[in-house]
């Protein structure tokens, strides 16, 4: 049922870059306050990843666009400007939801040029964000991918993830499944702070010994690596000693990169959470979007020691305190 003001004909002042992408009409709701979701219909759901980005997967799909964590450094933000809106509180608050999304995928997947390549899922925002709770994309995603010979990654910070195990144990028996978890800092009050949506580091711990419980191998995403607030050896050790109690089968770690608008909304919120370290992040960052050599040499060395330690160098691990290089288009490598 259709809420009063909810209406496909009725004007709801939404902004005229969603028209761009089949805009259908946008939704609030008690559960979600705050929260806008503008629904859309999306004309393919496949996405190819140009040649020149270098990832073990070529395609992905990704159900929303913006995303309700919050997360102060994430990369994906400047993608929200294609829709006229801003890549700050407008990308944590305005959620752009491709509702046949699944339907879209399962046309595609059938098709006769398709040769079952390996597909991303949480590569530009979280595909287990809150607004999944309401829509529901990931079992039917998950499915059309496994129903079609199609192999599939997972990378999330969200435990509504758990939901789907049963099911994603179920596509693993049928074709490769890699399922990782993202999870970089350990410090409570930084985490509220520097990731204000995302589940508590304690409950992303507990998603992946479920992970694990269910069969299925966990990569650990240790990134990014915050210079001066989480790079320390004792925070690594402990974050990375936790990570493999958990029973996780690997873990990546590299340091943040701050590219397009994105910079500007990481360093606005630490001059205000952190404004002693604005000096140094500017002079780190200062000719590049990425950690200088001599920064990234030193998280290597300071990193590699404690994933032999503990046993997470798995078939997938390594120390990477860079990123690829940026991709030409909004997507995003997870480095897994």
């Keep these: 049922m259709r809420w009063d003001g909810q209406g496909v004909d009725v004007d709801d002042g939404a902004l ?53 964590h919050a997360c102060r450094y994430c990369f994906a933000r400047p993608t929200h400007e294609y829709l006229d809106l801003n890549c700050g509180k407008d990308f944590d608050t305005e959620i752009v939801v491709k509702t046949n999304v699944v339907d879209v995928l399962r046309r595609e997947l059938h098709g006769k040029s398709w040769q079952q390549e390996t597909v991303a899922l949480g590569t530009n925002t979280d595909p287990y964000q809150r607004a999944e709770g309401r829509y529901a994309l990931m079992p039917g995603i998950i499915s059309a991918l496994a129903e079609s010979g199609t192999p599939l990654s997972i990378l999330t910070k969200g435990t509504l993830l758990r939901r789907d195990l049963p099911l994603i144990a179920d596509a693993a028996a049928r074709v490769p499944v890699r399922v990782a978890v993202s999870l970089a800092v350990a410090d409570p009050e930084l985490h509220k702070d520097v990731e204000p949506g995302t589940p508590s580091p304690q409950a992303r711990l507990a998603l992946i010994r479920s992970i694990r419980d269910a069969g299925l191998d966990c990569h650990v995403m240790v990134a990014p690596v915050l210079p001066y607030l989480t790079d320390s050896v004792e925070h690594l050790d402990g974050l990375l000693g936790q990570i493999a ?65 503990y046993r997470l160098a798995g078939d997938r691990a390594r120390v990477s305190p860079v990123a690829a290089q940026p991709l030409a288009g909004p997507v995003q490598p997870t480095l897994f």
């Design 16 to 68: 005229p870059g969603l028209e761009r992408i089949g805009f259908v009409r946008s939704v609030r709701t008690p559960e979600f306050e705050g929260i806008t979701f503008h629904e859309v219909l999306c004309k393919s759901a496949l996405n190819k990843i140009p040649n020149a980005a270098f990832l073990p997967f070529r395609y992905t799909v990704n159900g929303y666009r913006g995303c309700s």
């Design 245 to 309: 109690g958990a029973g996780a089968t690997g873990a990546t770690v590299f340091g943040l990169h701050l590219r397009g608008p994105t910079r500007g909304w990481f360093m606005s919120w630490l001059a205000d959470s952190h404004p002693r370290l604005v000096s140094h992040y500017r002079e780190l960052y200062r000719r590049s979007a990425y950690l200088p050599p001599h920064y990234r040499d030193a998280l290597r060395d300071r990193v590699a020691p404690l994933i032999a330690k």
